[in-house]
């Protein structure tokens, strides 16, 4: 009997012709563009915050960071807390947690009380995210699924388009004189009525033969994290002192044992945080560096192009915006493409295709950069944006399937939930790398008349960096199988073992 059979025996499953799960839907995909639109969102209010709370650089990069950080060391935890004691009550927590956090950010009286709230909302979006596939997988029935992952995908577009300009929009708006609070506090209605409409329309699940929480395994990642990050972020202010260099040595030694205890609990009760046997499948581990050098890539060029465009050419929150439309707009038409045209056709050389142009779209806009100064517009910078939303596009779709293809599928759950994990990590790794490869070239103290030049400086270093990265990213996808598995049954394996994180493949649609 399949472990689905044996859910749907616990917690029936809704007849084809009952509307609550519609509302459920609605639900559960609002709480996920809630999450989407807020780590976009933050970005583009970074310098109204800066300006605003008088943050220091160091700050502002945790106010990112932070919340990738925490969601990223509790993604799988929040999925094994889900299938133990039931989605829908996780997802409840989670949501009230969010919100809560939410109002937190949008009250905080100093930088230090935003970044701590910022650390608990990624917190409580992992409690949250993890469960939205679940609960879909829960309360559809198989053959309304393709529908309703196409509409998750579509969320999941819209988000990424709406979070600036929504940001945008609040920042200059300054309602009632609250200039970038609105951007947090927009979430307490929603979060409220979701909570309120979630206790009453989701159905319970639970995962019949869950795996135990790795505690000691998510202390050990978060720990290593923060002992490479903090002084990171914090190094260039400080004078770069001995004690940081020490601390992110200790990263290393810590890595290495969390490698040694993930082996020991896997041989004692088969259900480590990480599995590491999936790393002797050579296009997974591959993958995995893909995955985490992207991540790095990415955080590196958002929040240094927000404070270029911002503090650097001195443009509204709305122009930057509004300027970055083209680029969203772009990744999204590109993944479609590369989905369903592109990868059945041309494989692996799609996703390095993706690659390459997407450095070729970092290094235009470098030229750019320098030739215009800060006279450069927003139709200029048009041109290397939607070709770098375009390799970007080619690249996101089909990389978490190509990552899954050789995986064995008793470790689907697993793998899927590393990728996602992984892929934050970075992200949180290379917001910290902000203050080496942006700031570490930018003097510390600036005549207004220089702040401008220097931060175009800043931002033609950070970018040649991207493209440096995306380069490495070119090289490392040569290991990928140059036919990903395409198959209805791969493709939601990928779309649901992310946020489940379970090893059982039975729960994967």
Known sequence: ?????????????????????????????????????????????????????????????????????????????????????????????????FTVASALCGLAVNPEMLVASRILQGAMAALMVPQVLSIVHATFPAHERGKVFGLFGAIVGL???????????????????????????????????????????????????????DLPGVALVTLALLMLLYPLTRGRELGWPVWGYVSMAGALVVFAALVAYERAKGARDGSPLIELSLFRVKSFAAGIAVQTVFGVGLGVFFLVWTLYMQIGLGWSALRAGLTGVPFSVAVSVAAGMSVQQLVPRFGRKVLQAGALVMAAGVLIYLVEAERYGLGITSWQMALPLVVMGAGMGLIVAPLTDAVLSEVPR????????????????????????????????????????????????????????????????????????????????????????????????????
């Not at 951007?183 to 135990?212: M, Y």
């Not at 990928?480 to 990928?494: F, I, N, S, T």
């Open 159 to 213: 988000g990424a388009v709406s979070g600036p300009l929504l940001g945008a929009l609040l920042t200059e708006g300054n309602l009632f004189g609250l200039e970038w609070r609105p951007i947090f506090l927009i979430n307490l209605p929603v979060g409220v009525a979701a909570l309120v409409l979630g206790s009453r329309f989701i159905t319970e699940s639970k995962a019949p033969r869950a795996l135990k929480l």
């Open 410 to 509: 008793e470790h689907a759950g697993s793998a899927s939930g590393l990728i996602n994990t992984v892929q934050q990590m970075g992200h949180a790794l290379g917001l910290g790398l902000v203050s080496v490869v942006f700031f570490g070239v930018i003097d510390e103290r600036l005549a207004p008349a220089e702040v401008g030049p220097a931060f175009v400086d800043g931002f033609t270093h950070a970018l040649g960096w991207v493209a440096a990265v995306l380069g490495a990213i070119f090289l490392l996808m040569f290991a990928l199988p140059k036919r990903p598995a395409q198959h209805v049954e791969g493709a939601a394996d990928a779309a649901e073992a992310p946020v489940a994180g379970e090893k059982e493949p039975e729960l994967v649609p």
């Open 1 to 97: 009997m399949h472990s689905t059979d044996i859910a749907h025996a616990r917690t029936p499953e809704p007849a084809t012709g009952d509307r609550r799960r519609w509302f459920a839907l609605a639900i559960v995909m609002t709480a996920a563009f809630m999450d989407l639109v807020d780590v976009t969102i933050v970005n583009i209010a970074v310098p109204s915050i800066q300006r605003d709370e008088g943050a220091t650089f160091s700050q502002i990069q945790w106010i990112t960071a932070g919340y990738a950080l925490a969601f990223a060391a509790g993604l799988v935890t929040g999925g094994r807390l889900g299938d133990i004691h039931g989605r829908k009550r996780v997802f409840l927590v989670g949501i009230g947690g």
